[in-house]
């Protein structure tokens, strides 16, 4: 079990969870990126900036 950084939700992560993984948390909708897998830990996603070709 982990904490949403955001809201404080308990999530679960999958047993197929890998580093990098996006998810949702599903109180509060914040895209999360897992951390660290072992032991489990989440943090906000960051915000991908659009290069539109430039």
Same mark, same amino acid.
């Given at each position: 079990? $982990?904490? &949403?950084? $955001?809201?404080?939700?308990?999530?679960?992560?999958?047993?197929?969870?890998?580093?990098?993984?996006?998810? =949702?948390?599903?109180? &509060?909708?914040?895209?999360? =990126? $897992?951390?660290?897998?072992?032991?489990?830990? $989440?943090? =906000?996603?960051?915000?991908?900036? =659009?290069?539109?070709?430039?």
């Amino acid at each position: 079990m $982990v904490e &949403c950084p $955001v809201c404080g939700a308990e999530l679960e992560l999958t047993g197929d969870a890998v580093e990098g993984e996006l998810m =949702e948390c599903a109180d &509060c909708g914040t895209e999360l =990126e $897992v951390t660290s897998v072992n032991p489990p830990a $989440v943090a =906000e996603a960051p915000e991908s900036e =659009e290069d539109w070709g430039e």
